[in-house]
């Protein structure tokens, strides 16, 4: 049996994933896939943090760049100018926060770690789209959550091919944990990217097979918050699809998620609390 890391070292301590832990997302960003789910202002954002933090977020995942299918591009400046923003006014509120900071480009990474302290590096092309950032993550001696996608937010559905939706994904993941590993990171948690470049049937195929992920020996993160497998499966739409998260969130923790990544954490809490009861 392989036995998967039970700590991560997040600013210089311990987190204990021996019961998941859930990641409540705060984008900031005018176009995410979820209205509820966008925030604009300092007020919003705090009283997002706030309202996360009180419902038992272990972290707080910060994003200033939209990565639904068809998003635009923004340019660093831009993408800097929003998730600093966020991440001043939630480390003066909440100092003892854990943030992750949601980015692909290694610079934006750098900044938030130097500059404000994210404990954390949510990068979704798992290094493809900056080639500079295992040197970056490896530098700063964060824990670094490696995301399957395809292309970029523009392209990633229309790269669905696969013979295999887990095992390919599984071949992708292995030269990249391998250099990671050798660059000297210590953190790697592996995210098998529900909704990038994958068509619904393909996420529910990863979801039952989710324990096969952990045949890399690294904690597993599984982001399926109010997605399109949940809301096109249900015939509703992404603000009516807190129940159907729910009940995913929970296949995913039967099948041995570590990291619940959702925009509404009391009820993600509420399915790790009684989840745990069962396994």
């Known amino acids: 049996m392989i036995t998967r890391p039970r700590f991560i070292n997040v600013k210089g301590r311990l987190l204990d994933l021996s019961v998941p832990k859930v990641m409540g997302i705060i984008n900031v960003t005018p176009d995410s896939f979820y209205t509820g789910s966008r925030y604009g202002t300092g007020k919003e954002i705090i009283n997002a943090a706030t309202k996360m933090i009180s419902e038992g977020a272990d972290i707080l995942d910060i994003g200033g760049y939209s990565s639904r299918p068809g998003a635009g591009d923004i340019t660093p400046l831009e993408e800097w100018d929003r998730v600093s923003a966020a991440l001043g006014v939630i480390t003066r509120e909440f100092p003892e926060a854990v943030l992750s900071i949601d980015t692909f480009r290694s610079e934006i990474a750098g900044r938030a770690v ?44 229309h790269n669905t091919e696969y013979d295999d939706v887990v095992a390919d994904i599984l071949r992708w993941f292995a030269p990249k944990i391998v250099s990671l590993r050798a660059a000297g990171v210590k953190d790697i948690i592996i995210d098998p990217g529900f909704g990038f470049s994958k068509t619904v049937s393909q996420n529910f195929e990863m979801l039952k097979r989710l324990r096969e992920f952990s045949v890399a020996g690294l904690p597993v993160l599984a982001g399926l918050s109010r997605k399109t497998t949940v809301w096109k499966t249900l015939g509703v739409s992404a603000e009516d699809a807190l129940n159907g998260t729910t009940v995913l969130n929970t296949a995913a923790l039967l099948n041995g998620a570590d990291i619940l990544r959702v925009h509404d954490v009391r009820e993600a809490v509420e399915a790790v609390k009684l989840v745990s009861r069962l396994i």
């Not at 404000?116 to 798992?126: E, L, V």
């Not at 290094?127 to 500079?132: K, M, P, Q, S």
């Open 114 to 157: 130097v500059e404000y302290g994210a404990a954390m590096i949510n990068d979704i092309s798992g290094g493809e789209l900056d080639r500079e950032m295992f040197s970056v993550v490896a530098r700063l001696n964060v824990p670094y959550i490696l995301m399957h996608m395809r292309g970029d937010p523009r392209t990633m559905q």
